[in-house]
């Protein structure tokens, strides 16, 4: 098999992946900050890391995935100080729908999900250490770390130390020494989740717990950290800054892989559009493994666009592999060394998803071995892994935004009608709107069937 490279963020190049220990590849990816339903664009990274973690337990004895859930933050205290309930109740509420979009999307579990309120001791020991250090300061309260306190400071994002003081707001706070430095324990006030401290009582900033669970799963230094483009400034930045400082170690890991964005019909997903779709309701109108297939139809590293047309494609590139794999249940071990190929080129998926069809044209043919080849293969994409009878079985409604079945029943019948009375040309206009609906008609002895294109 050929080797697996990947875009590393921090080196701006493709690289070969050298696991510090083949034997046990280690991996980090940001988890959730669970204050409300996540929407697709949150929904990429679970799914494109899910398949990077597939594609090394193909190649290693051991692969530890590591994927944590901020449960302390203050997004969650105003949430539910706006919805009336307490900040358990909605950390609860919010993780166990975070857990069934993640089954929706076909997505196995992390071997470890820590949570951050576990692990408030190892975040106090490693501030600890870096104000010993000299890399942290306190501060009316507050711990701070101190950006010039590091050289490297900005190697992952390629920033100088100017951009960051110049990016940095205007009104910088009084306990500052530096406009770049940042928070790693903040004071609470009694209706604040806090926990006792030498700094007294506080809470964690989000960048050190990322820092702590990592180290507490993963050790000092571990192969692979993951997450969103929108991570790298300030969050991946902050994370290698602790961790690098507590440690004196040259990285945090030595691999930084980063997904690109995703828009709906070519727009940035924001509040202010209203086009936030959570993964919720994108998979009560279309399946589970439709929206997994669609968030996998572009590179990672490329923009996204989850367009009405790029959901209805992967749903029909599902039909057809579908058709190719029929009642075949089995997972075979015989991953297609091609397909395989396309994916060990820094997770090239639209190539693979390609490979799949080639795969599924051989099958159709009737060409021995390629129905377990496309099989085994698209289980390293987490797909195809119910039978043809199951998939069909599942409820689809992906069109329902244009046109639902007792519509098109009802323009079936007026056509009928318009034939009747040899009005060809109203007949024709129903069948032209049908079609621009993607509905296709089919007149036989029987009447008229009709399919969605
Ligand atoms: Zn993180």
């Given at each position: 098999m050929n080797v697996l490279r990947l875009y590393n963020t921090l080196s701006g190049k493709k690289e070969d992946f050298k696991p510090i220990d083949p034997a046990h590849v280690r991996v980090y990816a940001c988890g959730p900050t669970v204050y409300g339903r996540i929407h697709v664009g949150n929904a990429r990274p679970i799914v494109v890391f899910d398949v990077l973690v597939r594609l090394l337990r193909l190649r290693h004895a051991k692969v530890t995935y590591v994927r944590n859930i901020t449960d302390v933050d203050d997004k969650i205290n105003l949430r539910a100080a706006e919805r009336g309930i307490s900040i358990n109740d909605l950390c609860e509420e919010t993780i166990k729908t975070f857990h069934n979009d993640t089954a929706r999307l076909g997505s196995f579990d992390p071997d470890i999900e820590p949570r951050a309120t576990h692990h408030i001791d190892e975040m106090q020991a490693m501030i600890t250490t870096l104000i010993e250090k000299g890399h942290a300061y306190e501060a009316d309260g507050h711990v701070l770390f101190q950006?010039?306190?590091?050289?490297?400071?900005g190697a992952l994002s390629q920033r100088s130390m100017d951009d960051m003081i110049a990016g940095a707001?205007?009104?910088?706070?009084?306990?500052?020494?530096?406009?770049?430095d940042f928070i790693l324990w903040k004071p609470s006030n009694d209706d604040q989740p806090g926990w006792d401290s030498p700094w007294g009582r506080g809470r964690p900033g989000w960048h050190i717990e990322c820092s702590a669970m990592a180290k507490a799963y993963l050790g000092e230094v571990f192969d692979i950290h993951a997450g969103g483009l929108d991570l790298i400034f300030p969050h991946h930045e902050n994370e290698i800054a602790q961790s690098c400082c507590a440690h004196d170690s040259k990285h945090m890991a030595h691999y930084w892989l980063h997904n690109g964005f995703v828009t709906m019909n070519d727009e940035k997903m924001s509040k202010s559009l209203g086009n936030i779709i959570s993964v919720t309701d994108a998979s009560n109108k279309y399946r589970g493994e439709t929206l997994r297939a669609a968030l996998l139809s572009?590179?990672?590293r490329a923009p996204l666009d989850l367009s009405h047309n790029a959901m209805r494609d992967a749903r029909n590139g599902l039909d057809r592999l579908y058709r190719a794999v029929g009642e075949f249940a089995a997972v075979p071990d015989r991953v297609d060394e091609e397909f395989a190929a396309c994916l060990l080129d820094d997770l090239n998926t639209p190539a693979a998803l390609a490979r799949l069809h080639e795969l599924a044209g051989l099958a159709n043919k009737g060409k021995a071995g390629a129905c377990e080849a496309l099989k085994s293969s698209a289980a390293v994409l987490g797909l195809l892994q119910q039978t043809a009878n199951e998939w069909a079985r599942t409820d689809e409604t992906v069109t329902k935004d244009d046109i639902d079945d007792t519509a098109i029943d009802v323009l079936i019948m007026a056509r009928k009608q318009a034939r009747a009375n040899r009005d060809f040309a109203k007949a024709d206009e129903i069948r032209d709107q049908l079609d621009k609906a993607d509905i296709i008609l089919e007149d036989n002895v029987d009447g008229t069937t009709w399919r969605r294109r």
């Amino acid at each position: 098999m050929n080797v697996l490279r990947l875009y590393n963020t921090l080196s701006g190049k493709k690289e070969d992946f050298k696991p510090i220990d083949p034997a046990h590849v280690r991996v980090y990816a940001c988890g959730p900050t669970v204050y409300g339903r996540i929407h697709v664009g949150n929904a990429r990274p679970i799914v494109v890391f899910d398949v990077l973690v597939r594609l090394l337990r193909l190649r290693h004895a051991k692969v530890t995935y590591v994927r944590n859930i901020t449960d302390v933050d203050d997004k969650i205290n105003l949430r539910a100080a706006e919805r009336g309930i307490s900040i358990n109740d909605l950390c609860e509420e919010t993780i166990k729908t975070f857990h069934n979009d993640t089954a929706r999307l076909g997505s196995f579990d992390p071997d470890i999900e820590p949570r951050a309120t576990h692990h408030i001791d190892e975040m106090q020991a490693m501030i600890t250490t870096l104000i010993e250090k000299g890399h942290a300061y306190e501060a009316d309260g507050h711990v701070l770390f101190q950006v010039s306190s590091m050289d490297t400071y900005g190697a992952l994002s390629q920033r100088s130390m100017d951009d960051m003081i110049a990016g940095a707001r205007v009104e910088v706070a009084p306990y500052k020494r530096e406009a770049a430095d940042f928070i790693l324990w903040k004071p609470s006030n009694d209706d604040q989740p806090g926990w006792d401290s030498p700094w007294g009582r506080g809470r964690p900033g989000w960048h050190i717990e990322c820092s702590a669970m990592a180290k507490a799963y993963l050790g000092e230094v571990f192969d692979i950290h993951a997450g969103g483009l929108d991570l790298i400034f300030p969050h991946h930045e902050n994370e290698i800054a602790q961790s690098c400082c507590a440690h004196d170690s040259k990285h945090m890991a030595h691999y930084w892989l980063h997904n690109g964005f995703v828009t709906m019909n070519d727009e940035k997903m924001s509040k202010s559009l209203g086009n936030i779709i959570s993964v919720t309701d994108a998979s009560n109108k279309y399946r589970g493994e439709t929206l997994r297939a669609a968030l996998l139809s572009a590179h990672y590293r490329a923009p996204l666009d989850l367009s009405h047309n790029a959901m209805r494609d992967a749903r029909n590139g599902l039909d057809r592999l579908y058709r190719a794999v029929g009642e075949f249940a089995a997972v075979p071990d015989r991953v297609d060394e091609e397909f395989a190929a396309c994916l060990l080129d820094d997770l090239n998926t639209p190539a693979a998803l390609a490979r799949l069809h080639e795969l599924a044209g051989l099958a159709n043919k009737g060409k021995a071995g390629a129905c377990e080849a496309l099989k085994s293969s698209a289980a390293v994409l987490g797909l195809l892994q119910q039978t043809a009878n199951e998939w069909a079985r599942t409820d689809e409604t992906v069109t329902k935004d244009d046109i639902d079945d007792t519509a098109i029943d009802v323009l079936i019948m007026a056509r009928k009608q318009a034939r009747a009375n040899r009005d060809f040309a109203k007949a024709d206009e129903i069948r032209d709107q049908l079609d621009k609906a993607d509905i296709i008609l089919e007149d036989n002895v029987d009447g008229t069937t009709w399919r969605r294109r």
